[in-house]
């Protein structure tokens, strides 16, 4: 007999070695993530896939599955509490998404139209940031970077380059360039490279590739980031609540 | 050698246990002279060290005693605690040498700004002064100081009984009361082996002094099962909680025993290096934590064949830190020896198996090593023999606020709140904040709760409010002091501390409503409950706190309306007016 | 029975979201038998009356958008905050990233072929904020239209569940911030 853990009732085998997260992709339970993706090391830092196992909140990402863990996911109280965390990452960075390329295409919008977000509900924080458009066929627009690393741990894990870093300490974090001016164009990084597609928003893109593909006909706007999603959106805010 | 480019200079301090290939090092000494870290050392600084160019820029700009623009010549970080601050000094001193907060005069002799809490709770008012202490300042002293700085008269000039920090022991306990006689912890250890001390240390019931509380027995045996090429010893001194000092005593006036400590702990997890972690603001104490160090190594209870044991070698090394509170939590403790940012690490795997290098690693504080080589001099009955139910031996406190003797005082664990304020001379208590800003806040009604792991715990920390405080703008200071120290890793924190931030100034400045104490209370539950650290899980409490002990302190400020607007709304035209020289009516909101 | 009394303006916005408000197109004819508009720029009256819907597109970048924001709270029953720019600032907040200095320079001083440079001060021009603003900073908000702009779809949804007594929602195909 494999050994178990419960995701909202459903038993999920999992082998040792396997995160929260690892069984329940494999035994396709939705689990909201954006920092996450196979592949690459875990990081937990975004928090979206938070759960609740025996009470306690964890990152599913990075808890390793041990057997007998009861774990909530798919519940209204998370639904509300991941919500809330996307709205924090909207707020604290300028995603204006009707001048940005990426829509339709980001996982952070769509984690956001899944969570039946309407708005950013708190002050924006209209942080000033930069643009490095110094590379001949990539563009870096910080106004959106959320932080993940993906982009840094591609380029380590798998492009076995050192391109990205993310420097500063609590709001003033922000991604940086391993290159002599710290301008994309003097990295060793190329388009082929991972690191340069992994963006799950529009941080990072490729240039001269713009608007090949309608909006309104993007991956997202076909499909939703979770197939089960509810056919209504209400139009009136709810309220996080996580006690 | 006085050029940027080229090698950055090294620091005059270099000895065995002090050593300036570590990037924190390098960074301090180009700090100190240039005033900042001028951006064409850092080429070369990554090169020599073997570093990615990237992760020296990372570095420069976690830590807060580092700079990208010069400071003044003379650089005066006021503490904005609670307890050992005073900014009501600071902004006077600005006036009188015409500084704006944060920035330096024109002519490069000074800038002034605030550090978090530098630990000098018992002798406040306090002040860095290029990193070294100032404490007990009055106007008289600022003007004596604003007197040098305008004579550019160097900071090594100044009279050094100005930098003299005192002890301010108060109430010897179990610890401080026992003469500790060198070496006598490790001759006891050799004499009963490692597995029999290993054994009196889970004995004696010691549990963690920085907070967490953990067995500190177990913990070295974990690590000492743990297999790895080496195993590390690492103590914690980092000692950032607000209003935590007593590990400062106990590294001035017992150095000895935290040292011994540490080499016991290697003896008995197998370890032939350790390291200290020294907080930036205590970095006052390294010549002489050197000095102990070279006769710890004179008298062979460092270095190689300790004792003449031809198998037991020790080593140890401290590592300053550069202001970053986050450091004092373990594993970002753990990046930061390893010259990173300090970004708590995902856990597990906990440092017992992957810690330094990732290599099995103990990490412990000051006072519980110190409290461990004392356990082996005298055994785990004559520790447990001291305390209450599940917390056995004594806890060092630190003492400050509205009292008429702050300092540091020894109690064992059981003691009541109440009898600590009988000793320190403190009346008309409004409210404790036990454990720092991460701890605890308490109201007079809690005041026969006792000092224990299973009622009231704390690091250490134990800061009084008397009457006349304004617990609401208490608050609000701890909520900067998270905001301003959150690593930024996870979203929770990054975010939420500053929404907190935010929410708190609101209603303290009279503009917050109920829905704003709402807002605050759910962001508060979900902070707590999702961040990845210690830091981000307790940053909430004390406006947790607040909300359930004293509700009357937020609703006494609200403003009585359905809604008020985010922002300050006039304020907001204020550059238009100043752009368009317009006053009418129509330019105010 | 009473006609619903709608109230529509634009702030800092591009009047988008009122285009594809009339994009409704015969729609709208069947929706006036139940509603009657108060201001409006598609009537030109000029001061918001007491209603039942206020839908506000646009953010709020000076002093008038928030003196017109604040008159719709008070005389609407239900506040709409309309598209991407009510919502979180749109594309006006882009400006966000230049200090009110340096947009009033680049456009009235420093910029190529001004003759005569000083930057206007009369006082009927209402002044600027020096951020550009969605509106639930400002004031309560009672429903949030995404969308730039929302699709007439949108706008004919919202309408008839709110004559009809329903909690609001959309088909979830529509809900878009782009
Ligand atoms: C934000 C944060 C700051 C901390 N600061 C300190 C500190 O300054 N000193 C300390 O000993 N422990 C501190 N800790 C606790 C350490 O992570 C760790 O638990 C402790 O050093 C273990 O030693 P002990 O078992 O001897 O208490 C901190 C924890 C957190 C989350
Ligand atoms: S990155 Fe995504 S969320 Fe941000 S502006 Fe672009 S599409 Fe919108
Ligand atoms: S640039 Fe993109 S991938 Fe990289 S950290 Fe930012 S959001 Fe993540
Ligand atoms: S809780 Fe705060 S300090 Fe801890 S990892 Fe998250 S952001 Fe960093
Ligand atoms: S996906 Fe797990 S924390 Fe980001």
Redesign the pocket.
Known sequence: MSKTIKIDGVDVPFEDGQTIMDAALAADIYIPHLCHKPGLSPHGSCKLCTVDVDGRAVSSCTMPASEGQQIANNTPALKEVRKTIIQMLFIEGNHLCPSCEKTGDCTLQALAYHHDMLDGHFPQFYPRRNVDASHPTLIIDRDRCILCELCVRASREVDGKNVFAIAGRGIKRQLIVNSPSGKLADSDIETEDLASHICPVGAILIKDHGYEVPIGRRTFDLHSIAETDLEQVILKKTVHHDA | MNSVQGAAPTSDLTSASYHDDHLLHRLYALQQQFQHIPASSIGALAAELCLPLAQVEAVIDFYSFFHRTARGRVDLLFSNCTSCGDLSLMHDLCQRLGVVPEQTRADGAVSIGEASCIGMCDQGPALLANGRTLTQLTPLRLEQIAERIEASTPIEQWPAEWFHVHDNVRKNGLLLGTTFSTGSALVAALEKGAQTMLDEIIASGL????????S?GM?WKFCREATGDAHYVVC??????PG?FK?RILLSSHAHAVFEGMTLCGYVIGAKKGYMYL?GEYRYMLPELLAVLERRRKLKLLGTAILGQSDFDFEIEIIVGAGA?????????IESMEQKGGV?RVRPPFPVTQGFLAQPTV???????AAAAHIAVHGGGWFNAHGSDKSDGSKILSVSGDCTTPGVYEYPFGTSIQRILDDCGAEHVQAIQVGGP?GTLIAPAEFERKLAFEDLAT?GSFMIYGAQRDLLHVIQNFAHFFAH?SCGFCTPCRVGTTLLKNGVDKIATGHGTQYDVDELRRMAALVKRRSH???G??APNPILDLLQRFPQAFEDRLVHSDFEPHFDLDKSLQEARRLTHRDDAEAHL | MRKVRVATTSLAGCFGCHMSFLDMDERLVGLLEHIEFSRSPINDIKHCEPCDIGLVEGALCNADNVHVLREFRQNCKILIAVGACAINGGVPAMRNHFTLEECLNEAFLDEIGVDNPHIPNDVEIPLLLSKVHPLHEVVHVDYYLPGCPPPADAFVKIITDLLEGKEPSLPREILHYD
């Open positions: 549990r963690g002094r920085g907070g967490a509380g953990f500190t913990k914690n001194a980092d000692e950032g909680e935590t590990d907080r509170y986050i450091c004092g939590e373990e594993s970002a403790l708590p990490v412990n504080n000051v006072e519980t090593l991460s690091g120290e650290c210690g830091l899980q307790t």
